[in-house]
């Protein structure tokens, strides 16, 4: 059993830059394929970025050059480092694991999932 918490949401101007955290209870951390999501109101839950153990990452096309996914295995924690934010951006992020050693891109191959962060952009 895995547990995700998201933090590092907020509002912040365009251009601006934010960076959310999630932090993985449980063992084998780095045994997960790590991702983040993003849902604004009235659309589906969309793909952001991916990574496996380290190693490789993904991200949707809208948030390439902006976004950067990290994370750090001894601390059990995955980032979102988002830069030059536009009001586009703004929706609740999630965070989700599963233990696959690929890529995995679509929502519904996740098993665990965190609580969301509301990540707003001011025009």
């Known amino acids: 059993q895995v547990q995700l918490v998201e933090s590092g949401g907020g509002l912040v101007q365009t251009g601006g830059s934010l960076r959310l955290s999630c932090a993985a209870s449980?063992?084998?951390?780095?045994?997960?394929?790590m991702g983040w999501f993003r849902q604004a109101p009235g659309t589906e839950r969309e793909f952001v970025a991916a990574?496996?153990?380290?190693?490789?990452?993904d991200y949707a096309d809208s948030v390439k050059g902006r976004f950067t996914i990290s994370r750090d295995n001894i601390r059990n924690t995955v980032y979102l480092q988002m830069n030059s934010l536009k009001p586009e951006d703004t929706a609740v992020y999630y965070c989700?694991?599963?233990?696959?050693?690929?890529?995995?891109?679509?929502?519904?191959?996740?098993?665990?999932w965190g609580q969301g962060t509301q990540v707003t952009v001011s025009s």
């Open positions: 989700a694991a599963v233990q696959v050693l690929r890529l995995v891109v679509a929502p519904s191959e996740y098993r665990y």
């Open positions: 990574m496996r153990s380290g190693i490789s990452t």
């Open positions: 449980g063992r084998a951390f780095s045994t997960y394929t």
